[in-house]
């Protein structure tokens, strides 16, 4: 049913100069799902979900956001939009000028009018939902380990209690212990928002523990998706090999 869709996405198309990177994009986000994109480097992951934010423009297609499309939609709608959406970006790319209170809050107080003390107790708030002291609220981000920057990160996808959250390559950098603090954490803010998450991940494990639902992206098209317990046992060649590692035949060249 439509209703239950967060996103409905038809027919996308986004071309950068001659690179076709999405050549007719069907997805469904259904509304508390966890949603996992896997598609290999350069398949067009992040421009899929910056697409879906609105970050890019669609050459053409349909992206229905709540049941209202969002390609081409008024600035004002958009932003209303966006307070419900939360994005951790690949990279972290928190701002080095800003402190961590005013990285955190930074779209927050685009979105609201806040008091200077409001300001201070929602980043405090947020930064202890992960798992963070307000000791660190006025260091800046080069003061950070990076899986402190990884955490001040989350805090601030999360900041506007977003309805539906993007992750974009959330564990990359990081050792495995600190992956899976963020892994952890990425489930319990979920959960806590009852949110729906979009994740972009290369690491399977990461991808096993955040994810109910795959989707894989293969030169321009979803070619399979389904739920994360079936992907072990698909019979889709190239998502087999992306999940085990395996080179197809076919990609090598006889010496
Ligand atoms: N702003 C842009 N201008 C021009 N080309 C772009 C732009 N953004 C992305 N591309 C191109 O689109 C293609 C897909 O890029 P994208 O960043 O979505 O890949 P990805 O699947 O996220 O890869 P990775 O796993 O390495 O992050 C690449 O060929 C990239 O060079
Ligand atoms: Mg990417």
Not at 27 to 38: E, T
Not at 98 to 105: A, E, G, Y
Request: net charge neutral.
């Amino acid at each position: 049913m439509d209703e239950e869709l967060k996103f409905k996405i038809r027919s996308l198309n986004k071309t950068f100069g001659n690179n076709h990177v999405l050549k007719g994009i069907d997805l469904d986000v259904v509304k508390g799902s966890s949603l996992i994109i896997l598609g290999g480097s350069g398949s067009g992951k992040s421009v899929l979900i910056k697409l879906m934010v609105g970050l890019l423009t669609a050459d053409s297609g349909s992206i229905l956001y709540e049941g209202n499309e969002s390609i081409g939609m008024p600035y004002k709608d958009r932003l209303k939009m966006l307070e419900n959406c939360g994005y951790l970006f690949q990279a972290g790319a928190l701002f080095d000028s800003l402190t961590v209170q005013q990285n955190i809050t930074f779209f927050a107080e685009k979105l609201h009018s806040l008091t200077k003390k409001d300001i201070r107790e929602l980043a405090s708030k947020k930064l202890q939902s992960v798992g963070l002291s307000n000791k660190i609220l006025d260091l800046y981000p080069s003061e950070l380990s990076g899986g402190m920057q990884k955490r001040v990160s989350l805090a601030r996808a999360v900041c506007v209690d977003p309805k539906v959250i993007f992750f974009d390559e959330p564990t990359t950098g990081l050792d495995p212990i600190m992956s899976n603090v963020i892994n952890d954490l990425i489930v319990k803010v979920r959960d806590e928002l009852g949110a729906t998450t979009v994740t972009i991940t290369h690491d399977m494990q990461s991808a096993r523990k955040i994810g109910k639902e795959v989707a894989f992206l293969f030169e321009g098209r979803i070619v399979w998706s389904g739920k994360m317990s079936e992907i072990d046992s698909t019979d889709n060649d190239n998502l087999r090999q992306f999940i085990t590692g395996e080179i197809a035949k076919s990609n090598l060249v006889e010496a």
